[in-house]
């Protein structure tokens, strides 16, 4: 089994920075595409930033210079830093991973990590 597990949210000031992790665990062989997802109260879940297994990453426009995706491919982790925060990020934000699972090597499975709460006051 697979768990996708995210950790960083909190209360911030806006202007301010935090970093969300992504940590996946059980039986992993391989992790390629990885994203972070955002959805705020009565609003649709949106795709925030992804990054490939060979590293090259996708933002959303509103974090376009603002947020970094990263990976350790090592911690079976990945990161978002967020800078430069507004109220409008304020969201419950989510990691999903597809992953290749010991033994069924021909697939990769979608993970949904439970999210972790951001919060900006302005």
């Known amino acids: 089994q697979v768990q996708l597990v995210e950790s960083g949210g909190e209360l911030v000031q806006a202007g301010g920075s935090l970093r969300l992790s992504c940590a996946a665990s059980?039986?992993?062989?391989?992790?390629?595409?990885v994203g972070w997802y955002r959805q705020a109260p009565g609003k649709q879940r949106e795709l925030v930033a992804h990054i490939r297994s060979g590293g090259n990453t996708n933002y959303a426009d509103s974090v376009k210079g603002r947020f970094t995706i990263s990976r350790d491919n090592a911690k079976n982790t990945v990161y978002l830093q967020m800078n430069r925060l507004k109220p409008e990020d304020t969201a419950v934000y989510y990691c999903n991973a597809e992953i290749v699972v010991e033994g069924h090597y021909n697939t990769a499975f979608s993970y949904w990590g439970q999210g972790t709460q951001v919060t900006v006051s302005s």
């Open positions: 059980g039986s992993i062989f391989s992790i390629n595409t």
